[in-house]
């Protein structure tokens, strides 16, 4: 065979493997964010199945490029070291932060995670991608059920309380969430003539809150009482 062609074959039969180890990583990382992506999706989570796609999607990406681009072997983690801050910094705006409250931080971690599976995909390690992934799936499905079976998730519940006398009503709120080892928060009184109208949060866990909407309806401090909605933390 003409020594052209046998190079141009060789070319060819390398481009195929290389293209076809490429294509296969980065796959591998779209499913894989994908799969975490659609359990946040169903619970209805800020980072859902477009967010971890794209960035398990990005990490693998960028892991790829950073061995294909670098010059030498020792730089070929250069590109890829990067990613860290940078999910960092989209990590950090997941998170939000309210006076006493917290919330975002397991879709701050889950977005970490994402891009370290990424990473893994990219640079080949498909078993150790595959099963991170599954140990995930399993932390957010399993455990977060148990935390739900035992009341043991963390929700922030806002509650309303009317009556004539607010600083009656704001010791009376303080002496039940004392006694729960609880505390308030966003705070908000209004003049609801001839009453006053009182509207505050209070975290804590589902079964503290069950027993402080039990015990703040049967004060008698208060005219009405009642208990507006709750939101879970992540």
């Known amino acids: 065979m003409n020594p052209i ?3 141009i074959a060789l070319l060819r039969n390398e481009l195929g493997v290389v293209l076809s180890s490429t294509l296969a990583r980065l796959l591998l990382a779209a499913v ?4 975490i992506g659609l359990e946040r999706q169903l619970r209805h989570r800020p980072a859902g199945l477009r967010t971890n796609m794209f960035i398990c999607f990005g990490a693998a990406m960028f ?4 061995r294909q681009l670098a010059g030498v072997e020792s730089d070929s983690a250069r590109i890829a070291a990067q990613i860290i801050p940078g999910i960092g910094f989209i990590g950090a705006g997941s998170i939000l932060h309210a006076k006493t409250s917290v919330m975002g931080l397991t879709t701050a971690a889950t977005l970490f995670v994402v891009a370290g599976i990424g990473m893994a995909a990219g640079g080949g390690l498909y078993l150790t991608a595959c099963f991170a992934t599954v140990i995930i799936l399993l932390a957010l499905v399993v455990l977060g059920r148990m935390e739900a079976a035992f009341s043991l998730k963390t929700v922030a519940t806002s509650y309303e309380v009317t009556g004539r006398n607010v600083d009656g009503m704001l010791r009376e709120v303080n002496r039940i969430l004392d006694s729960e080892q609880l505390t308030m928060h966003s705070i908000h009184i209004a003049n609801a003539d001839p009453d006053f109208r009182l509207v505050f949060s209070v975290d804590g866990e589902q079964g503290q ?3 402080f909407s039990i015990r703040l309806h049967e004060s008698s401090a208060f005219a009405t009482a009642s208990t507006l909605g709750s939101t879970e933390h992540e």
């Open 209 to 211: 809150q069950k027993v």
């Open 32 to 35: 894989l964010g994908g799969a």
């Open 63 to 66: 892991t790829v490029l950073s």
């Open 5 to 7: 062609h046998q190079t």
